[in-house]
């Protein structure tokens, strides 16, 4: 045999089985194995195959020896035949999500680099086939089939009708009713798949949940169905009567969706699956936040076969506490402030300046505790909040002072969200907040020793270090990728992938299963608030003193200036974490009168919404 392929017929041939180990021991822990066998699909005819260039391309199978189906050996005389072009030749080729994901498109099935490899998957029995033939292999998720395009639905008789979005005043009704009728109908036509040992792992959706069990190795894989991924809500989709951020698939909103062709959705899709699989080495997850976890996934496996490295396999659910605040743990600050005179003068400039990359930064660099924690009460709990690093990670309950009582600068919110200005409250805190409150004033502290914070109980934690520094470098280094690259796409969604994943720490119901409840951390994130929070505090202390501007509103991580032309408070490094300018526009005469004789936040916030509202829908420096 000459070691080349020739096209061979797919659908309709006897059906080869081979079984094979996982590709590796990071995969096993997705898969015990990834089942492969060798149904044969037919192959498009010559007047079928799509291509951008309109030329018809041979039809191909991988070339792995383990993925062998019966093919007609060629004349060793013979010339090779050329490497068959992908069909979206016009962008880099890039395989490395290959033999780990499929797309499927009315027209046929491809790879991510997109090489054309069936015809047609036009029953649910084709599509067992499928799946079966191209033996694919985990990759920190379980290997993925994607369906593509409204046409590829209906030919496998996918298809909903909900009504109109006309019909609903509420959209969450209609997604409602939709995510319904999707999966009544998933349970009726997928028949044949159950029938031929596929078992479904929960109810299906937009994403079908598939495995199947052969001797002692079990095959797992997700069919993703594109048009109805919308009928998924989550904050990670941003729902709120609008789709916003769909994972890997972009922002209908933000112009970063798939194209509405769908050969050129599919060759997209096929840049991007290559694209996450090459920068952080795992699929993308049905939703960003669990992207996220299935990296910080692979890097625990990784580190439990090497010995080195934090592993933390527990959830650290907030222990017991009296008198609990309402609410966040560490709140994200909001707050905004009439300007006066001062601040208007050789005003003309209306500026917000955010960190970059705030949660991502944050997660890097600060020390988590795990592990069971000790419950402390009175001196032992003041004793333990002395170290020379600082606070050790923790909850501790104190008493903030009322703000007035403090010499604290007044055009600057409260040092932390709880504190009240006129009287004292007790609450509780992180280590993260409790650093800070013992920062100096000009530092963003209110230079509090330790005991004037009256500690009276603590919830301290045996163990602590770095869980999360490969995490965020992994995620750093995909970012400025993107970034260096001008790709969008890709930066909105590690942006999504790292902010969802650290907002649903907080959610125990999103990580139920057992292998997942070690995802479970919300003093991580509460954590990284309170971090995020300071450091904008710290930084509006240093612009106050190096430029005499104070901010008049901050949102989260973002800090609202009136500057004069040419006046730049932004930070001149790169570095996550830093403050750079996320929006800057002039004030026309109107909007600037509207500053000037603005009477309480109300009409302060409205002028400033009216001055962004041509900025970019932006959300923060991702």
């Known amino acids: 045999m000459s070691g080349a392929w020739e096209q061979i017929p797919l659908f309709g041939l006897p059906e080869t089985t081979l079984t094979t180990p996982p590709e590796s021991a990071d995969d096993a822990a997705v898969a015990d194995t990834a089942e492969m066998a060798g149904p044969e699909l037919v192959a498009p005819a010559e007047s079928e195959s799509h291509s951008l260039s309109d030329v018809a391309d041979d039809t191909v199978m991988p070339q792995s020896p383990e993925t062998q189906s019966p093919v007609v050996a060629a004349d060793d005389s013979a010339e090779a035949p050329a490497t068959p072009t992908p069909v979206w030749e016009t962008l880099p080729a890039s395989d490395d999500a290959d033999g780990h994901a499929v797309i499927v498109t009315a027209a046929g099935s491809y790879s991510p680099s997109g090489r054309e490899l069936t015809g047609p998957v036009d029953s649910i029995e084709k599509l067992d086939?499928?799946?079966?033939?191209?033996a694919l292999t985990p990759l920190g998720a379980p290997a993925q089939v994607w369906i593509v395009g409204q046409g590829?639905?209906?030919?496998?008789?996918?298809?909903i009708d909900p009504g109109s979005e006309d019909d609903f005043d509420d959209m969450e009704a209609l997604r409602t009713r939709a995510a319904q009728e999707l999966t009544a109908v998933l349970q009726a036509t997928l028949t044949p798949m159950l029938s031929a040992g596929w078992e479904l792992r929960g109810d299906p959706g937009h994403v079908v949940h598939l495995s199947r069990t052969v001797g002692k190795f079990t095959s797992m894989v997700d069919v993703v169905?594109?048009?109805?991924?919308?009928?998924?809500?989550?904050?990670?989709?941003?729902?709120n009567n609008r789709v916003g951020e769909m994972g890997i698939l972009g922002s209908p909103t933000a112009g970063t969706y798939l194209p509405d062709d769908d050969l050129s959705a599919a060759r997209e899709l096929g840049r991007r699956l290559a694209w996450c699989a090459k920068h952080l080495g795992v699929l993308p997850g049905p939703t960003p936040a669990r992207t996220g976890a299935a990296l910080v996934d692979k890097i625990k496996r990784e580190r439990t076969r090497s010995g080195k490295g934090i592993v933390v396999t527990t959830p650290g659910s907030v222990p017991p506490l009296d008198g609990p605040p309402r609410g966040d743990l560490e709140p994200a600050v909001g707050w905004t402030r009439v300007p006066d005179e001062q601040d208007l003068v050789r005003t003309c400039r209306l500026v917000s300046i955010d960190q970059r990359a705030a949660y991502l930064a944050s997660a890097g660099m600060l020390e988590f505790g795990y592990g069971q924690p000790a419950h402390?009460?009175?001196?032992?709990?003041a004793a333990a909040a002395v170290g020379d690093k600082g606070a050790p990670f923790g909850l501790w309950r104190i008493t903030l002072p009322p703000g007035k009582s403090l010499s604290l600068p007044e055009k600057l919110p409260l040092p932390h969200p709880h504190m009240l200005p006129d009287q004292p409250i007790q609450t509780w805190v992180t280590s993260v907040s409790l650093d800070g409150l013992c920062a100096p004033v000009a530092d963003g502290g209110i230079g509090a020793d330790r005991g004037d914070l009256d500690i009276t109980e603590a919830w301290v934690y045996p163990q602590q270090g770095r869980a999360l520094d490969k995490w965020a470098k992994i995620l750093r280094e995909a970012r400025k990728a993107a970034v260096d690259t001008d790709d969008v796409v890709t930066k909105r969604f590690i942006g999504s992938c790292y902010k969802g994943y650290i907002g649903r720490m907080v959610n125990p119901d999103m990580w139920t299963a057992t292998r997942m409840q070690h995802h479970h951390q919300p003093l991580w994130r509460a954590a990284i608030i309170a971090h995020c929070r300071w450091r904008g505090r710290r930084v509006a202390m240093r612009i106050a003193r190096e430029s005499g501007r104070w901010p008049i509103r901050t949102v989260t991580d973002s800090w609202v200036y009136l500057l004069a032309g040419g006046e730049d408070i932004a930070d001149p490094s790169a570095a996550l974490g830093k403050m750079s300018v996320e929006k800057d526009t002039i004030l026309t005469d109107t909007l600037l009168s509207a500053m000037v004789s603005a009477q309480d936040v109300h009409e302060v916030n409205l002028a400033i919404n009216a001055a962004f509202a041509d900025e970019n829908d932006g959300e923060g420096v991702l």
């Open 129 to 134: 086939q499928l799946i079966r033939w191209a």
């Open 152 to 159: 590829a639905c209906e030919a496998l008789g996918w298809v």
């Open 225 to 239: 169905i594109e048009p109805y991924v919308w009928t998924y809500w989550n904050k990670d989709f941003g729902w």
């Open 376 to 381: 402390l009460t009175g001196g032992a709990a």
